[in-house]
């Protein structure tokens, strides 16, 4: 009975670490977004007291501590996220968060760095595969930020998210006709093969198609999943939103809605929420209630309930 006892605590205690960890991101991720840089450099270094770290926390702790002038925190921070696997060069050498290290000789020796790693990574890839999906990357990525932008500062039923939203329609379309014929002719490559940004993007082109796409290419995602060949955190979004697309309830929370009327987001239909973030940890996601604030929703999962009818009877309208 100790040694089962003493299981259960220590399962017990591994788990509140990582909702810890995960909930102390979060909130330095909403301090960022909120531009107090310093703050959210705070809170990425009260989690990294935590010991869960992963390459993205370090990666965007860095860009915190940059815009708040620490630069020698910041490029603490980026060799730590370099020693923990990120390897986007592209995409570090043009994020304006780092513009004020540039100038600094610890710049020139963290591409350096960073450069060597990926050529030794870049055995058994498929190079030319890999420039493709990046360059999709890429492009499915950069029209989504503007469109997050004009958003912000223009809000929901401006003519400028509008306008950004048919342009990122166009775009889809033609990302998803690339991904179709690989997905086809070669599976779901795994990152042994492309990369990992490169293998992020297969996903991230489904989640943005039409229903009996993603209803296509779930049973091969799974599969990839199982394989290694993707991540159960992404399968879990494209789950929730193939659900919903078929008129029932999501498992992970992930998917918001939008009401018009009251001009507030909200979770659509979510099943079973007192254990939604069992779930969400079983898929290396973190808790519901630091997912939500990004939409501005605070989570009360007793008032969610009762609001559950009423969010099915929206869901039911807007499709």
Not at 57 to 78: I, P, R, T
Not at 129 to 146: G, P, S, V, W
Not at 287 to 296: G, L, M
Request: overall charge neutral.
């Amino acid at each position: 009975m100790k040694s089962k006892l003493f299981l259960l605590l220590l399962l017990t205690c591994f788990y509140t670490f990582g909702q810890d960890y995960r909930s102390t991101i979060a909130q330095a991720e909403q301090l960022y977004n909120i531009k107090n840089y310093a703050n959210s450099t705070s809170k990425y270094k009260e989690a990294f007291t935590i010991e869960q770290k992963n390459s993205n926390d370090y990666y965007n702790a860095a860009c915190s501590a940059a815009l708040s002038g620490k630069k020698d925190l910041a490029f603490e921070w980026l060799n730590q996220a370099l020693k923990n696997g990120w390897t986007n060069l592209q995409h570090m050498k043009s994020d304006t968060d780092l513009k004020t290290l540039h100038t600094d000789k610890k710049w020139d020796k963290l591409i350096a760095a960073i450069q060597q790693e990926i050529d030794k990574g870049t055995v058994g890839i498929d190079k030319p595969l890999q420039a493709e999906l990046i360059a999709i990357y890429n492009d499915d990525q950069t029209i989504r930020q503007h469109y997050m932008t004009a958003l912000k500062e223009f809000g929901n039923q401006s003519k400028q998210a509008d306008s950004i939203a048919k342009i990122m329609g166009y775009k889809d379309s033609i990302n998803l006709i690339k991904v179709k014929d690989i997905l086809d002719k070669r599976g779901w490559v795994g990152p042994n093969k492309v990369g990992v940004q490169a293998n992020m993007t297969l996903f991230l082109v489904i989640q943005h198609s039409d229903l009996e796409t993603q209803q296509k290419y779930l049973p091969m995602m799974r599969e990839a999943v199982k394989n290694k060949n993707a991540q159960s955190s992404a399968l879990a979004l494209l789950e929730d939103r193939v659900a919903l697309g078929e008129g029932k309830k999501q498992i992970y929370g992930s998917q918001i809605g939008y009401d018009s009327k009251t001009t507030k987001n909200y979770v659509l239909p979510l099943e079973d929420p007192d254990n939604v973030d069992h779930r969400r940890e079983e898929v290396g996601l973190g808790p519901i209630s630091e997912y939500v604030k990004t939409w501005d929703i605070v989570w009360n999962v007793e008032e969610y309930k009762l609001m559950l009818s009423e969010i099915e009877k929206q869901k039911k309208k807007t499709n």
